[in-house]
């Protein structure tokens, strides 16, 4: 299970070593809940990410309305950690608030920029483009 993002961002702050904070994104890869099987469809793959990438966004209706849940997944252990952190950032979130933020940020914020590839880098952009068209698609129905 997935810690609540502010935690996640707090254990990145403490993380100093480069490598320590590869093997901390691959481990919240590992604690993603698996994604059903039927949700490794073609229309749920991210196009844009070097490796394949499933991100589904569906609502669920909460006391406090609609909030977004994503389902996601990747066959590369550390594009799983970007998942998970898109995940742990987006879920919970209604779809209008989700719509309209920038899941990038939280990349930047991490400093991941510059240990990563440029693929890489591209691939999270392109999860962040697709969740916040999903949003915007579930916010206006």
């Given at each position: 299970m997935l810690p609540p993002i502010a935690t996640i961002i707090e254990n990145f702050e403490f993380i100093e070593d480069d490598y320590m904070r590869l093997e901390y994104l691959i481990e919240l890869g590992r604690a993603l809940p698996d994604m059903p099987d039927?949700?490794?469809?073609?229309?749920?793959?991210?196009?844009?990410?070097?490796?394949?990438?499933?991100?589904?966004?569906?609502?669920?209706?909460t006391p406090e309305g609609s909030r977004l849940v994503l389902h996601g997944s990747s066959d590369s252990f550390v594009v799983?950690?970007?998942?998970?952190?898109?995940?742990?950032?987006?879920?919970?979130?209604?779809?209008?608030?989700?719509?309209?933020?920038?899941?990038?940020?939280?990349?930047?914020?991490?400093?991941?920029?510059?240990h990563v590839t440029s693929k890489r880098s591209n691939g999270v952009r392109a999860m962040v483009e697709r969740i916040n068209r999903d949003a915007a698609r579930l916010a206006a129905a």
């Open positions: 039927e949700l490794r469809r073609e229309e749920n793959r991210v196009h844009g990410c070097e490796s394949q990438v499933w991100i589904d966004t569906a609502v669920a209706d799983k950690g970007f998942v998970a952190l898109m995940v742990a950032l987006y879920t919970g979130k209604s779809p209008r608030e989700a719509a309209e933020m920038d899941g990038f940020d939280l990349f930047r914020q991490l400093h991941f920029g510059a």
